[in-house]
C-alpha cells in the first residue's frame, strides 16, 4: 500500500512537461499544474497565435494569464524533494539523434509514442495521454512516430495536405485545390490511398502468383536436374559394359592370334628343319662320293681304274628342289587381322555421330521483362499493315503503317486474307520471340490487338473480331479508359490516359504486355499463356476518321 502511495505522489506532483517534480508550481484556470518556466517556454511558442493552451486538456485562454505561484503545492514537493524522491524518468527514455522526441517536452526530450496526424506533433506516453483521455482529441489519428510530419504540410499556405490532385500526381491542400490546381482531378488523399491500395493488392496476388510460378518452375527444373543426372549415369554406366565387353572381345581375339600363330610358327619350324637335315645328309654323301670320284680319277693303270669304277655305289636319288617365299609367311592371318582394323574407321564414324544422338534438355528460362522504355526499344521491330487483310474501308498510308476508317469503300482487289465484315486489319510480319512496338491513335477510340494468322476472316464478331475469340488478344483504347478482350471477355483497367500505346511480347515465355506511353511507361494488363502460332499485330476500329499508326522506333 505504501508503495501505491509514492506512485500517486509521482503521478500527483510531476510536471507534464518536463516529467519531473515541478519547481515553482503554478496551476492554470483549468486545473492543471506545471513548473512555471515549463509553462511559460510553452506559451511563450504560442505568442505569434495569440492563443494559449493547456498542454494536458487543450484548453485554451486569451490574452495570456497570468499566473502565480502555487504556494501550498511548492510546500508539498518540497517535502518530497527532502525525501529524496526524483521523479525524472531512466536515460533510455530520453530521445537520441536517431530517435523522434516528444514536440511538448522541454529541456531534455523524451522519445515520442506516437504522432499525430491531426496535430502534426509527437508525443511522448506522458504528453500522449489527453489523446486517450478528451474525447475531441480521441478521433485524431495516431501513427508509430515519424520525423516527416511537415511533409504533410503545405509550404505555400501552411495547411496539412488532405487533397490529392490525380492531374499532378501530388498531395494538396485545400487552398491549393482552389488555387493553382483548380480544375483539375483532385480526390481526398484518403480516397486516392483506398484505391491505390487495391492497385498494390493486386499487384501483390500477381507477385506472389509469380512467386508462385516460379517456384513451381525451380521445382521442375530440380527435377529436370535429376532426370538428367539418372539418364547421364545409366548412359555412362551402359556405355562402360559395352565398351568393357568390346575391350575383352578384342584382347581375346588378340591372344587367340598370337596363339595361333606361334602355333602355326612351331609346325612350320620343325618342318623347315626336318627338311635341312635331309639336305644336308644328302651334301654329305654327295661329297663323299664326288671324293671317291676324285681319287678313281688320278689312277694311272688302266686296267685299275676299270676294276674300281664298277664298285662304286650308285648315287641316291636326290631331294626335289625347294621354292621359297619368305614374305608369304603369315598372309592370311596378317589380311585377317587387318579386315579387324575396319572396326577402328567404324568407332570413329558412330563416334561422331554419338553427341549428335543425345537429347537437347530442353530447358528456357524465362528472361526478365524490360523496365525502361530505352530496354523495350531494344526489341523493337519494324512492323508494317498488309493491305491483303484490311477492310475495305480501311485507307492505308504510303508504306503502309498508318491506317484511316472512311466512309466509303476503297478500291482493293478480292483477296481471300481481307476482312469482309469488321473493320481490322493485320500486320504483315510476324511475331516471334521477343517485340515490342507501339501505335498512336487519334480518334474517339481504336483497339490495339495481336491474333493468329488462321482468325476467321468472314463470318460473325464472335469469329472475326479482334478479342471476341481464342485467336486474339485485344486492348480497347477510348477517351473513358481502357478494357482488354479476349475468349469474348472483358476486363475493366484503368490507367493514365495516353495516345501512344506500347506492346511487349515474349512469344516463347507466354507473356503479352500492353502499356501507356507518356514520358513514363505505366503497365495497363499483361497477359501470362501459351502461343501456339506465330502473332501478327491488329489494329481495328469504330468511328470515321480515326486513324491508328505503327510507330517507327529508333
Given at each position: 500500500m505504501a508503495q501505491k502511495g509514492v506512485q500517486l505522489d509521482r503521478e500527483t506532483f510531476s510536471c507534464s512537461i518536463c516529467l519531473d517534480l515541478m519547481k515553482d508550481p503554478v496551476t492554470t484556470f483549468c486545473g492543471h499544474s506545471y513548473c512555471m518556466d515549463c509553462i511559460k517556454s510553452h506559451w511563450d511558442g504560442e505568442d505569434c497565435k495569440k492563443i494559449y493552451s493547456c498542454p494536458e486538456c487543450r484548453k485554451t485562454f486569451t490574452p495570456r494569464p497570468v499566473l502565480l505561484k502555487n504556494t501550498m503545492l511548492a510546500d508539498l514537493v518540497e517535502e518530497l524533494r527532502k525525501t529524496g524522491f526524483q521523479a525524472a524518468p531512466a536515460d533510455h527514455c530520453y530521445a537520441g539523434p536517431e530517435d523522434v522526441a516528444c514536440d511538448v517536452c522541454t529541456g531534455r526530450k523524451l522519445k515520442a509514442h506516437k504522432s499525430c496526424l491531426v496535430c502534426l506533433a509527437s508525443f511522448c506516453e506522458k504528453h500522449l495521454q489527453p489523446h486517450y483521455d478528451a474525447a475531441p482529441l480521441k478521433k485524431h489519428k495516431l501513427v508509430e512516430p515519424s520525423k516527416n510530419l511537415q511533409e504533410k504540410i503545405?509550404?505555400?499556405?501552411?495547411?496539412?495536405?488532405?487533397?490529392?490532385?490525380?492531374?499532378?500526381?501530388?498531395?494538396?491542400?485545400?487552398?491549393?485545390?482552389?488555387?493553382?490546381?483548380?480544375?483539375?482531378?483532385?480526390?481526398?488523399a484518403a480516397a486516392e490511398r483506398t484505391e491505390r491500395q487495391?492497385?498494390?493488392?493486386?499487384?501483390?496476388?500477381?507477385i506472389q502468383q509469380r512467386i508462385q510460378e516460379r517456384e513451381k518452375d525451380v521445382k521442375l527444373l530440380k527435377r529436370e536436374v535429376e532426370a538428367i543426372n539418372r539418364s547421364a549415369h545409366k548412359v555412362g554406366k551402359d556405355s562402360r559394359k559395352i565398351f568393357t565387353k568390346l575391350i575383352c572381345l578384342i584382347e581375346k581375339r588378340r591372344s587367340d592370334v598370337e596363339q595361333q600363330v606361334r602355333s602355326q610358327q612351331d609346325t612350320e619350324m620343325s618342318r623347315v628343319k626336318e627338311l635341312q637335315e635331309k639336305l644336308e645328309q644328302e651334301i654329305t654323301e654327295l661329297k663323299r662320293k664326288d671324293a671317291e670320284l676324285e681319287k678313281i680319277s688320278y689312277t694311272e693303270d688302266h686296267n685299275q681304274f676299270l676294276h674300281n669304277y664298277p664298285s662304286l655305289s650308285a648315287l641316291s636319288q636326290s631331294t626335289s628342289r625347294?621354292?621359297?617365299?619368305?614374305?608369304?609367311?603369315?598372309?592370311?592371318?596378317?589380311?585377317?587381322v587387318s579386315e579387324v582394323r575396319i572396326l577402328q574407321e567404324v568407332l570413329r564414324e558412330k563416334w561422331a555421330k554419338v553427341p549428335l544422338a543425345v537429347t537437347e534438355v530442353?530447358?528456357?528460362?524465362?528472361?526478365?521483362?524490360?523496365k525502361t522504355r530505352a530496354d523495350f526499344l531494344k526489341y523493337s521491330h519494324e512492323i508494317t499493315l498488309d493491305p491483303n487483310t484490311a477492310n475495305t474501308r480501311l485507307l492505308l498510308s504510303k508504306g503502309n503503317r498508318k491506317a484511316t476508317l472512311m466512309s466509303e469503300d476503297q478500291s482493293y482487289s478480292r483477296h481471300p486474307d481481307r476482312f469482309t465484315k469488321n473493320l481490322q486489319v493485320l500486320s504483315k510480319e510476324s511475331l516471334t520471340g521477343r517485340c515490342y512496338w507501339e501505335v498512336e491513335w487519334r480518334g474517339r477510340g481504336d483497339y490495339v490487338a495481336v491474333a493468329y494468322k488462321n482468325i476467321s476472316r468472314k463470318g460473325d464478331l464472335n469469329e472475326c473480331g479482334f478479342g471476341q475469340n481464342d485467336k486474339s488478344w485485344a486492348l480497347?483504347?477510348?477517351?473513358?479508359?481502357?478494357?482488354?478482350?479476349?475468349?469474348?471477355?472483358k476486363t475493366p483497367i484503368s490507367g493514365p490516359e495516353s495516345s501512344r500505346i506500347g506492346v511487349y511480347l515474349d512469344h516463347s515465355a507466354g507473356i503479352l504486355s500492353f502499356y501507356s506511353v507518356s514520358e513514363t511507361m505505366t503497365l495497363l494488363?499483361?497477359?501470362?499463356?501459351?502461343?501456339?502460332?506465330?502473332?501478327?499485330?491488329?489494329?481495328?476500329?469504330f468511328s470515321i476518321r480515326d486513324t491508328a499508326e505503327l510507330c517507327k522506333l529508333k
Open positions: 503545405c509550404s505555400r499556405h501552411d495547411e496539412v495536405m488532405k487533397i490529392f490532385c490525380r492531374t499532378d500526381q501530388q498531395c494538396i491542400c485545400y487552398l491549393c485545390s482552389v488555387d493553382e490546381h483548380k480544375g483539375h482531378d483532385t480526390v481526398s487495391k492497385k498494390l493488392q493486386g499487384s501483390r496476388q500477381n625347294i621354292h621359297i617365299c619368305p614374305r608369304r609367311y603369315f598372309v592370311d592371318v596378317k589380311a585377317a530442353d530447358v528456357s528460362l524465362p528472361q526478365p521483362e524490360p480497347d483504347c477510348d477517351k473513358c479508359g481502357y478494357t482488354f478482350w479476349y475468349n469474348n471477355l494488363h499483361r497477359v501470362q499463356t501459351t502461343f501456339t502460332q506465330p502473332l501478327y499485330a491488329g489494329l481495328r476500329f
